[in-house]
């Protein structure tokens, strides 16, 4: 069971606007950035989005971050059938000694 | 650019102990510009954070795992190394190693990573 939560799949059509969003707690995103990652089939995870709303170089500006107190939203639009991947959020979570958690990932399916 | 690259046996017998390399590339380990992870991926499951090592030496590793994780830099190979011990089926993962850019941030970049099965 992931310390966030992400809906297990999502769908849209190309030209669509997609959300996904990532619910956590106080110790994650209540006090910490949140991460994106897209992961295409048999590859590594790819850094979509930091620190909340910051996109890598490289990294359309057609993907957008969003946080609000314990939750968080990845925002695609003109979606496109090159998006079809799972999405997941991470943040640090500051119990303990502090570890990185990730959400358990959204598959997402263009229609 | 830094790129980053696991290496080791894709099949680890259970009970022994798992050990995996990555080796750093277009950057040093020891710049500090970076700490250095590890986070597997059960086949078709989600991310799960290992733990960390900063140049110095400096490590923190998930509670979940801790008992069991040794992680370890080698400045002059620009490597740093992974062990997992008492090894299940339940560890049967890709492996990736990653950087991160402060002591508090998931990560930035990732390896490709490695399959390891264990099994008999």
């Known amino acids: 069971q992931s310390v966030l939560t992400q809906p297990p799949s999502a769908s849209g059509t190309p030209g669509q606007r997609v959300t996904i969003s990532c619910s956590g707690s106080?110790?994650?995103?209540?006090?910490?950035?949140v991460y994106w990652y897209q992961q295409l089939p048999g590859t590594a995870p790819k850094l979509l989005i930091y620190r909340n709303n910051q996109r890598p170089s490289g990294v359309p500006d057609r993907f957008s971050g969003s946080k609000s107190g314990t939750s968080a939203s990845l925002a695609i639009s003109g979606l496109r059938s090159e998006d079809e991947a799972d999405y997941y959020c991470a943040a640090w979570d500051d119990s303990l000694s502090g570890l990185a958690v990730f959400g358990g990932g959204t598959q997402l399916t263009v229609l | 650019q830094v790129q980053l690259q696991e290496s080791g046996p894709g099949l680890v017998k259970p009970s022994e102990t798992l050990s995996l390399t990555c080796t750093v590339s277009?950057?040093?380990?020891?710049?500090?510009?970076?700490?250095w992870s590890w986070i597997r991926q059960p086949p078709g499951k989600g991310l799960e954070w290992i733990g960390y090592?900063?140049?110095?030496?400096?490590?923190n590793y998930n509670p979940s795992l801790k008992s069991r994780v040794t992680i370890s830099v080698d400045t002059s190979k620009n490597q740093f190394s992974l062990k997992l011990s008492s090894v299940t089926a339940a560890d049967t993962a890709v492996y990736y190693c990653?950087?991160?850019?402060?002591?508090?941030?998931?990560?930035?970049?990732w390896g490709q990573g490695t399959l390891v099965t264990v099994s008999s």
């Open positions: 090592i900063y140049y110095s030496g400096s490590t």
């Open positions: 106080s110790s994650n995103i209540g006090s910490n950035y």
């Open positions: 277009g950057g040093s380990v020891s710049s500090g510009s970076y700490y």
């Open positions: 990653a950087r991160s850019s402060t002591i508090t941030a998931p990560p930035c970049g």
